[in-house]
């Protein structure tokens, strides 16, 4: 092997891969069981009006397109919650598990979801399986939110591929 | 220093540092403080009969055999919680603190534990100390379960290291 | 572009950038909404007199000195908790976000926050924007601590950097 000196890299342009999920979460609120795919375990704090501290575990469906019905291509795996006083913010950090024909393996994701930016970038720390030690970005956009629905576009995009 | 495209790299087959470490976690449960080393701090919710969101703080002994009598290595400092409504399924993210004659640094790990699957892999995605700035991969596999006990056998391969 | 073997790199002497932050903490204990920066959101349990389990929420400022009346540069967003039975020892993951005319971007950071030592250091395992894709080490120094305020110093090095 070679001794490299890795102090500098050049940024690149163009990702080694790249593709888009959308992230289906349904909040729990008693009732719902059966559709629910996320859930809040700590209550906010009298600190603020905007759930700060409100802690929300989820196992949420990742899609090719923005249709909830359509079929699985992974879940996203992680917790999230609320930190801001005077507005709604989150951070996240999750991992995005694929087991299909296509594609086996995980991503791990985590960053802050600046939630009152049209795009906020996440950074992708690690993977596993056929995602081996890539890193990356993913860039979020909030896509539609509905009572206890909300959908986010991932636009994943890799920079350090392993193959 | 030199300029390096780092856009696409060689999948090594074999890591430049590999070793195998035991954790052992007892969950507390009110009576047991002396010998518990996590505790769960939220509650699970009725989404589901598997935990779901059921969170638990850790601070684990790691041991080079199965043994948890034997002198720990090191410590797992972390959390996992439990995130899915059909299954027992967690997802982890700790760090492995090493404090002795022989190792001083910690790695950090973070990632999906697919319980049902017999291995599975969390990504290493950073280390300190005499693991600075690595990278890698820890295969994890559920070793015992025993009551309030359970013990996972971590492979952990490194495929970055600096020297 | 090139294949790189990555196996082995050289472990720098310098960063690439080299910077110095402090952090203020202030913890809501249910009078101070309008000050506090920083909640717990959950309980303690009796595993310990240590605090071990509660886990708490912040966004921080981060000041270029002490003085926690300085023009904060940027915000730490995340959480932490205490993690240890025989004394205080806590576990961190958060962003740090910049959003000022001289850095827009993030920094994500995780690892063991080893109250007992007078320093300690903590993984970036990534970065956005002016910090795309970067990675590094975090030096901790508990720099002040008094009642519900805490301060710390921490010295940001980035080993890995984009251009």
Same mark, same amino acid.
């Given at each position: 092997? %070679?001794?490299?000196?890795?102090? *500098? ?10 593709? $888009?999920?959308?992230?289906?979460? !349904? /909040?729990? #609120? ?13 209550? +906010? ?8 501290? $409100?802690?929300? *575990?989820?196992?949420?469906?990742? !899609? /090719?397109?923005?249709?909830? /019905? ?15 006083? !005077?507005?709604? #913010? +989150? ?16 991503? #791990?994701?985590?960053? %802050?979801?600046?939630? #009152?930016?049209? $795009?906020?970038?996440?950074? *992708?720390?690690?993977? !596993? ?9 993913? $860039? /979020? ?23």
């Amino acid at each position: 092997f %070679a001794f490299v000196d890795s102090k *500098v890299l050049l940024k690149e342009k163009l990702p080694c891969k790249t593709f $888009t999920l959308y992230l289906h979460d !349904t /909040l729990f #609120n008693v009732t719902n069981a059966a559709n629910a795919t996320s859930s809040a375990v700590t209550n +906010a704090t009298g600190i603020s009006n905007f759930q700060f501290g $409100t802690l929300i *575990v989820f196992d949420d469906p990742l !899609t /090719l397109d923005q249709h909830i /019905l359509s079929s699985p291509v992974a879940r996203a795996q992680g917790f999230f919650f609320y930190d801001m006083k !005077t507005r709604y #913010n +989150a951070w996240f950090a999750f991992s995005i598990v694929f087991n299909s024909s296509e594609h086996v393996g995980t991503l #791990n994701l985590m960053g %802050a979801d600046l939630m #009152n930016q049209k $795009t906020r970038d996440i950074s *992708v720390v690690g993977g !596993t399986g056929d995602f081996f030690m890539t890193r990356g970005i993913a $860039t /979020l956009r909030t896509d539609a939110v509905q009572g206890l629905y909300f959908r986010l576009k991932m636009d994943i995009k890799l920079y350090e591929c392993y193959y």
